[in-house]
């Protein structure tokens, strides 16, 4: 990013952007809040009185801080590029994860634009990662803060992206990061951390599918892959694959959901074995690191945000495809969710999930 110019902090109203902005204050830099909201009329979302809670919040901090803010609405965009994709993969038997497509076309898609189109040197945001510039390449590393680390959702940040991005808390635990901020005396201090998708009023996934009609709520069978029948679900989209708990039905040791046999309506259920695979292959890479990953490459691989990183080499790569196989089996791979790659703690790059095979 360039050292000098107006650098254009995503305000959340939460603790991490604020510090984010502050930090950058004390830091030297010319600093302006912008803020978008995603749940604008006509959209689906129900998030109630959250968007003025939000504005509340960043007005106080900017406030606070004496520096200026923006008001986006983004609403049309988020609902087309974030919201309709996840009722579409969860309606065709997906899980997916809004956050990814979020940082991809609006935070550092349409967001980015806005500040580049008003002369702003670049975009920070309050994210949990790094970036650094070495061998003449920018590199995605972790945040310091291993429980908090985001860089599985920032996959998506081209080379030219992240040379214009800042990640100012990256080296920093969510303990310093509240400690700066009541040092700071900012008025989200205490404030605590907003829940994990945005636009799902209190985390209610299911009851939010229902609600906007985008999933079929049609009752049927649970079953065994043999066939055996054990009981009836209530809805293909309130279960994951690799789930446990809340199957409703009793056997002599744990099930888990293994697959959802979307064009008859069954819920296949097994043991945990029945959920091992080594092979995943992924569409639509972004090869973050600025070159794709190589036919035979040995890497670490991540199948969801809370899985750990699994040595992996790459078996084939192609335009717009890539696939991998594990060296020991992983478990519970669903569809929908991002396959990332790293080298040590670099991210290479990340694709979209969409087969996986023993």
Request: with cysteine; glycine share 12%.
């Amino acid at each position: 990013m360039k050292s000098t110019g107006t650098i254009a902090v995503a305000m959340s109203g939460g603790v991490d952007s604020s510090v984010t902005a502050w930090r950058l204050k004390e830091q030297g830099f010319d600093v302006v809040g912008v803020s978008f909201d995603v749940f604008g009329p006509g959209t689906i979302q129900g998030a109630g009185k959250a968007g003025d809670v939000r504005k509340r919040d960043v007005e106080a901090v900017c406030s606070h801080l004496g520096i200026d803010v923006h008001f986006l609405s983004f609403g049309a965009l988020f609902e087309s590029r974030v919201v309709k994709p996840f009722v579409e993969a969860y309606s065709s038997g997906a899980t997916p994860n809004p956050c990814i497509l979020c940082n991809q076309t609006v935070k550092f898609g349409a967001l980015m634009d806005f500040a580049l189109e008003k002369g702003f040197a670049g975009v920070a945001t309050g994210h949990h990662a790094r970036i650094d510039f070495k061998d003449g390449r920018y590199r995605l590393l972790p945040g310091h803060d291993k429980g908090k680390d985001q860089s599985y959702f920032l996959y998506p940040l081209t080379q030219e992206t992240m040379a214009l991005a800042q990640f100012p808390i990256g080296d920093l635990t969510k303990d310093e990061v509240r400690v700066l901020a009541a040092k700071a005396g900012l008025p989200v201090a205490e404030k605590r951390d907003s829940q994990e998708i945005c636009f799902v009023p209190n985390d209610d996934y299911v009851g939010f599918l229902e609600g906007c009609g985008g999933v079929s709520t049609l009752p049927g069978k649970i079953v065994m892959a043999d066939g055996t029948v054990l009981g009836e679900h209530n809805g293909l989209h309130r279960y994951t694959i690799g789930q446990r708990k809340g199957l409703g039905v009793a056997w002599r040791h744990p099930l888990y959901v293994v697959d959802k046999r979307q064009e008859v309506g069954e819920l296949v259920v097994g043991d945990h074995e029945d959920l091992a695979c080594q092979v995943v292959e992924a569409v639509r890479p972004v090869w973050t690191r600025g070159s794709a990953a190589r036919q035979g490459e040995m890497l670490e691989a991540r199948i969801r945000y809370r899985s750990p990183a699994r040595p992996a080499v790459v078996e084939e790569v192609e335009e717009g495809w890539v696939k991998v196989r594990f060296v020991e089996p992983v478990f519970g791979v669903a569809t929908g969710q991002s396959l990332v790659l790293s080298d040590g703690e670099e991210v290479v790059g990340g694709a979209w999930i969409t087969a996986a095979h023993r």
